[in-house]
């Protein structure tokens, strides 16, 4: 059963007792001794069908993906979903498919923690056009939020899946919380309590969010206008402004007319991968209520976390409410990562080479997020033009959500990164490290010594090293005006 080629409608006996797709019904067409590689009427990766929640629907794709995974193996690098499936379809069920237990599946399902790559690689995608219609990790959504609907949300992954109330609560002690996230006897408690493992680097909170900065800098308006608008992630809002205002410096150095949006929230992908929709399509509404009213004034979006690019960009316009769905697709149209966005007026008389202080050599790491959008690394591009010579690491470090943080996974995201994380060692001519990715960034250094910079970090380092250069030698500020003119490069602007 490892010729893919050679059996578009494998046979695969099915007379165990075990149920095949966690706790859903078996599929009865196994019993006739089929499992076809064809999508079957079961197919859905739209919580809006009536089918998509449909358990034995589910079952028969649950066995038809599994069937086709296990005649092609290609994903056998990635996340332990693949290698844990392989094993027992060859272990303990001789090859047959449809002999997998109930509790295999789940584990199985469970060990995706939704990193893309293998959609990335797969052959047999809808995004391909292939008739197999093959999206592993969507499936995998699919049987979260079955389960979810099911049994409920745990109330670990509840607190776990709302990063702005955590953010919250956190600056609300005072600094407090980033002290007892020091203390053993903290840590361990919050093992007990939440399950997270007590070796985690966990990121510092900020004592006051990204949007507050933005508000003392005047870049919220009572209107929405601008040539982007900047969907900061919670991530930049509660742990690292920095990163936030970083960005907001280059684009200006490069006279892009930069906006912010109040009220804006997480962008849901960490309520979604335990399945919790009700709770994504909740924050989805609020951030498209917002994101809206800029790109129908012609601004872009920039999300300046891969994550969320991705989940605005290519999950919102399939997973949202059906009322928001016209406005999900209109504003995906116009998401860009920030790199992206400024690699785009490179050629542009306003495009500020005016750089200084440039590492020779770097390290860059391709965030799996940004791989599974198709956009190329242009983060890594502009380094490049900056004037560095630039190495690349492809592999997935681990992180991946809430992932890395668990007692249950902690240490397999370690070793599922390895090949990152001794990758992006193996240049030691590489001064400096970068990634787009603020969690792959903490997933480096607790675990291979360094913690890399955001892209618009380094590019923000070398913009203020040249002003400080020409300031020292009395010369004019090198490139073009920080401050740009309000509403320039724009169709409609704020009157």
Known sequence: MSDISAKQTSAAAGQG?????????RDPTLLKGKISYAPTEGLSYDPA???YWDESGLAREVHRVFEVCNGCRMCFKYCDSFPKLFDFIDRGHGGDVAQLAASETREVMDACFQCKLCEVQCPYTPRDGHEFQLDFPKLVHRFNAQRARREGIAFRDRVLGDPDAAGSLARASLGLANAMNRVSAHRWF??????VHRDKLLPDFAGSTFEQWAKDEGLVHEKAGGEVVLFQTCYVQNNEPSIGKDTVHVLQKNQVDVRCASGLACCGMPAWEKGNLEELQRRASINLGLLEPFVDRGAKVLAINPTCSMMLRQEYPHLVAPEDRERAVK??????DPSEFLWGIRKEERFNEAFADVP??????APCHLRAQGVGFKGRDLIRKAGAEVSTVMECCGHDGTYAMKVESFEASVRVGKRALEGIQEDA???TWVTDCPLAALQFEQHAGKKPLHPMSLLARSYRAAESQAAAEGKAEPGLAAKPVQGAKVAQTEK
């Open 331 to 336: 504003v995906a149209a116009a998401v860009r």
């Open 49 to 51: 069908e009536a089918k």
């Open 360 to 365: 020779e050599k770097v390290a860059y790491h």
């Open 429 to 431: 001519e590489a001064t």
């Open 17 to 25: 007792s075990h149920a095949a797709a966690g706790d859903l019904p």
């Open 190 to 195: 919050l093992e007990k309590a939440l399950g």
